[in-house]
């Protein structure tokens, strides 16, 4: 066992950022919908929700909720103390309840109730690689169960421990592995401790003139570990590639020691252990350091925003764009549900920029456009000067083909500032009694639009199902040569059973995702919550292969078990 | 089992292509010396080698080889021969013997001495994807081994059976499953049969406008399964990618039935089954299908070459040229050596071509350059005319400032017609009692010259070791923005032990390889050759935890056992 470290340059436990025990963010930032005079009569019409009423449910009380006690001995708890330092083990409610869910809708509905089946037993917050070999040793020794925590933001029901769980849980939060440790200039590489939050991450490297470009919705509250975990993708994936891409070398530590991908840009070393280890949500051990590709900032970036005369059109472009020369930083296409959403969000615009839309909506309704079926697109180009205008020029072409019209940069800009607080209004929907969640899928360009029907009347029989109105929408995220993401946002007033009810609507989509010929999880990763659908998905000589690996590689099950497959 | 097919429309066993069963390629190919006025010269300088002399060794005589006798039982024959039809279960000495080893240096000298401690007991020919399941079960049950054949190409050592196997060894050629099944040209997706040879796969995708994009300099005599196997990579994967970029589904039989992983461009589904078998060199299964990205045939190709005063300075613009917004087809560099190389390979310039070589090379040496120095590169492009014509034009001032000067599209022409015939350099050099064979690496940007200049000096200790004069010579032939490929030709004049000499040679430069940072195969694969270094390339927990997948998938130990890992 090492010495409890005295590392000055650590981050103390106490600093270590987590999100609200009780929902998204941090206390005090909620959704707010008093400045965006659409968003009411659009809620209303959509699942029948009177926001103006003010009807909220109260604010969930931490200390009407009933944790279960910690199995974990005072023997243990010395152990692992014994290695991180007294005050970096903590056995506390608080403590213990943030380190219990991730933040899906099931989770936030869960934790809203107090329904706590099984908590980790203990949350310990190592300083550097060989304290999480100490404890990872110390812990299948004791047959503890070891679940890794970053950011806590997980949706898949990756971080829960099994309620049946008979063993002691240790809740290994890397939130003070923190920092870019070195960046090689010359080949772009970055090695990052895994624990680093989205904008700590960007923050450090963007001070050397770097950037790593991936940005999930969740990215103020992910880590880079848990993106490589659950295999995330961000939204400028299509420049920057998902994290799959981005990850060129691993530090995991495991059983017997730690498992050290090197960053090399390709290599036929036999199946990939490096894409193993992507995805595995920590079932193959504790990751604590990435090396990841970086690139300069860009001299140049610019989000344009597109309107489509409905979603055929638009997709038929993004296909276009995605076969051409063009490479695009950003592709994105908002169904005609989406896009009534987005603009039932805007804030009350004024003066000019009000007459401008207002005229933009008389000229296409001239034009034949109905505002029912047109669709919001934005495009996003990245590089030097000339770079960003020639591939402007390009995807413009494309777009007239395609019918679509360009209303410039300022919708982009919007979108740009607003896009991480989209989940935040899942909180606000819960304090008024109705479920949003998302589900999103990825799918070759030829079976897209299949997919989104099925989606859509899928949900519809699901709605129909529970007896409440409810809401889909859906936005093409990210595109590939051979197909895309479609991300869908759906929501309905729940009625005495939420759960229940959530359930028949997110089992419903998902078997449309799999039956249309769509994968379960695009960048959300399996967990729980997706795992029913895997062997539909890889088939079941692939859940085969994938069980044969984690029994092997962790026959004492001490590593996250029963995640991803049971 | 099925019954015996009788499918017109498959390829018959006997119009199955094999290479030569003593070298590469075709019998009546080969290559000559004699209308390459520098090559003999270049030859004695490097090796000390007189190709003048004439003395060669006798052309390989089969009847003189002495090949095991086929342990496969007259039943075990009869129940393959049930399933896929008498004419396709071969047991003859000069099929065993074709499919007994690939073509690596190690292969080409031991079949030339005799020596065939192993060959498979049988082969077997299936025309479909359910004879295979067949042949595999009834393999499984009889507790035989089960080793995929492609086109043989291999130069890893990943198709010999071991020489201590005990149990029958079935040898599975793909050859009849060879073609294009269907084309999804919204998505750009091509399901191909894996036993496809490069040749035939692009001619089948070319009639519909289509290309793969992926062009080994095994090309010719490599097939689409035996690239995913080994994970390959193409002289244009800079545009097309590595085939791991390439494959987006897999149909791969095992013991327990069909791995299905579907084509969908990217999922989030738990660590990536399809990344697994991307390389499993045969030890998840068979693979008989793939679902590979195909591109529109571009409107304009061409290749241009550079020199470059040094390889200090090319490599420098190749990372630049990485790390830009341009995207070429190709990137490449050769250094000193292998520059000097080329032009004594090429054919006798005449009139005015030879005049302006002539002005060049003084054009050169009045600015300064030494021509023991200077590098040739080629870059490739491709895309509309348009397209081609900047990314050109952006190239062309990296290049200028780095003192790089661009001679034109001939050079490329030629190398792009002679770029599949290298290979038959080394049964030239066999039969006159000489060497050669290549080794490949990966490594990021700035530890590239690192591993140039630490193989370079492995080769010259080892050549001293062994007592013969040595060449080696290297170019650099695939980027990625964070670093790039190495591949290394080396050639000595052997004594009497030419394979332990070979050794010497061939394990310094590996050892070279992990110890200056860079991967041991970027593009070849494990099998035997490259397996001593795995450990210390992908570490003692990567090693456990594939030997803890191929464990898992394969208990018997059915499908090519010990290769990659033991």
Not at 120 to 140: C, F, G, K, L
Not at 300 to 312: G, S, T, V
Not at 330 to 358: C, M, N, P, W, Y
């Amino acid at each position: 066992m090492t010495e409890p470290t005295d590392r000055t340059d650590a981050t103390r436990t106490d600093d270590v950022k987590h999100m609200k025990w009780w929902g998204w963010g941090v206390e005090g930032v909620g959704f707010r919908h008093e400045d965006k005079p659409g968003f009411a009569p659009f809620v209303q019409k959509a699942i029948g929700l009177d926001l103006w009423a003010g009807e909220r449910t109260e604010r969930p009380d931490f200390s009407r909720l009933r944790v279960p006690a910690s199995t974990a001995s005072e023997e243990f708890v010395a152990v692992l103390s014994g290695i991180v330092g007294a005050g970096n083990t903590v056995v506390d409610d608080l403590s213990r309840v943030v380190h219990t869910y991730g933040k899906s809708l099931r989770d936030l509905v869960r934790i809203r109730a107090g329904e706590i089946a099984r908590s980790p037993d203990v949350i310990v917050y190592p300083a550097d690689e060989a304290e999480v070999q100490s404890i990872i040793d110390a812990s299948v020794e004791a047959d503890a169960v070891i679940i890794p925590f970053g950011g806590g933001s997980n949706i898949a029901g990756s971080l829960e421990p099994h309620m049946d769980e008979s063993r002691v849980v240790v809740s290994l939060d890397l939130g003070r592995l923190n920092r870019v440790l070195e960046i090689d200039p010359d080949s772009g590489l970055a090695r990052v401790q895994a624990g680093a939050l989205g904008p700590d991450l960007e923050a450090q490297l963007n001070r050397d003139g770097w950037t790593m470009g991936h940005f999930p919705d969740s990215f103020t509250h992910s880590t880079l570990g848990g993106w490589v975990a659950t295999r995330s993708s961000g939204m400028q994936s299509d420049k920057y590639g998902d994290i799959a891409d981005i990850v060129k070398g691993l530090r995991v530590v495991r059983a017997g020691g730690v498992l050290v991908i090197r960053a090399v840009p390709s290599a036929s070393t036999g199946p990939s252990v490096r894409e193993m280890v992507v995805g595995s949500e920590g079932r193959l051990g504790v990751i604590t350091e990435v090396t990841v590709q970086v690139h300069r900032l860009p001299e140049k970036r610019a989000i344009h925003a597109y309107f489509f005369k409905n979603l055929d059109h638009g997709l038929a472009a993004m296909q276009k764009i995605a076969e051409s020369d063009v490479s695009p930083s950003v592709t994105r296409i908002s169904d005609a549900h989406e896009t009534a959403f987005s603009l039932a969000t805007s804030k009350e615009s004024k003066g000019i920029q009000k007459k401008a839309q207002t005229g933009l909506m008389a000229y296409l309704k001239r034009r034949g456009w109905s505002l029912d079926e047109m669709c919001l697109s934005f495009i996003g180009f990245e590089g030097d000067e000339a770079h960003v205008k020639r591939q402007k020029s390009l995807v413009d072409r494309i777009v007239r083909k395609h019918h679509g019209i360009g209303v410039g940069k300022g919708p982009g800009a919007l979108y740009d500032q607003k896009k991480f607080d989209t989940p935040y209004i899942r909180d606000f929907l819960l304090d008024r009694g109705a479920a949003g969640d998302v589900s999103e899928t990825a799918g070759p360009w030829s079976k897209l639009r299949g997919i989104h029907a099925a989606v859509y009347e899928a949900a519809d029989r699901a709605y129909e199902k529970i007896g409440h109105a409810g809401w889909a929408m859906s936005h093409m995220s990210h595109s590939y040569h051979s197909g895309a993401c479609l991300y869908f946002t759906f929501a309905f007033v729940f009625g005495d059973d939420p759960l229940g009810e959530y359930d028949i609507v997110k089992r419903a989509i998902q078997q449309a995702f799999i039956d249309a010929g769509g994968t379960i999880s695009h960048h959300h990763g399996v967990g729980l919550e997706h795992a029913p659908w895997l062997e539909e998905d890889i088939s079941t000589e692939g859940v085969a292969i994938m069980s044969g690996l984690f029994g092997a590689a962790d026959p004492g099950g001490n590593f996250n078990p029963r995640k991803i497959v049971v």
